[in-house]
């Protein structure tokens, strides 16, 4: 039976047949799509079902694995995401059984994964992670997401709404923080971390604001490397693409506190989901 991962935004979906070795994946008829989630139900579900069937083809002999944001009830798949806008119509919506109808195939096919723990699982199987029996995974973009990793288990971290200096950790650790830090201390207007990596842009102010955000990671991690003994850091999201910047900063701070762990860059990018919304069915 064939293995097809998914890995669901708030405006997009990629999927792909996943194939899965000795500590290794490959992938096949990898297809994506931009999708309005603000629409009506019937919308969203035909639009990631649509993207499910090009990968599927003509075969409804598969296993169907979801990375998903949270909040959700995934062992059966209901949503709870109503606050965002985004997903709103399928609120409380059993979308395990609305994706199934669509797809034409049984709600036993298809399993839903917390999309930061999909992501560290994908990582810790084929990818950066590997190394690492104890770990934290951490996606910076938008949003933080996180997952922690004990030996064969990783959680969703939740610690995106964890208290941290006067708020809480995405007021910090996110594209937003980046936006507001360099229009009040710089007057400067960017709409995200890649504009501090242009080449005309002042180079000591995105020096400047990598350094303070590096620290601000180093400073809210080392409670919890500490408390959960682990063994490194993998990083994902867009803003780890610029991790060369900020990583030194976060290092140095850890090693002052007596708890310099490695930190790996996610070697799979977006697939890792696609491979950790799988796993639970080779588990089986």
Known sequence: MKLIGVDIGGSHISAARVNT???????????????NTFGDKETIISAWAEVVKKVA????????????????????GVSFIKDQGKMASLYQLSVKNLLAESLEIAPSQIVFTNDAEA????????????EFQNSIGITLGTGLGSAIKVFDVVKDGKLWTAPFRDGIAEDYLGTAWFIKYASDQFGTEISGVKD???????S????????????????FLFPYLVRLHSEGVVLGG??????????????????????SVPF?????????????????????
């Open 119 to 130: 992501f560290l699982s994908g990582e810790s199987f084929a990818g950066a992670g590997k």
């Open 21 to 35: 070795g000795d500590q290794t994946a490959s992938f096949e008829d990898f297809n994506e799509a931009d999708v």
């Open 57 to 76: 083809g003509e075969s409804a002999n598969y296993k169907l694995g979801v990375a998903m944001p949270g909040p959700y009830d995934y062992e059966n």
């Open 238 to 259: 867009k803003i780890s693409l610029a991790s060369a910047h900020y990583l030194p900063s976060t290092q140095d701070y850890l090693k002052k506190m007596g708890y």
């Open 196 to 202: 501090l990596l242009d080449q005309d842009f002042n």
């Open 264 to 284: 790996k860059v996610s070697e799979l990018g977006e697939k890792s989901a696609l491979i950790g919304s799988c796993l639970s069915f080779l588990s089986k």
């Open 204 to 219: 000591d102010i995105p020096k400047k604001i990598f350094e303070i955000f590096g620290r601000a990671l180093g400073e």
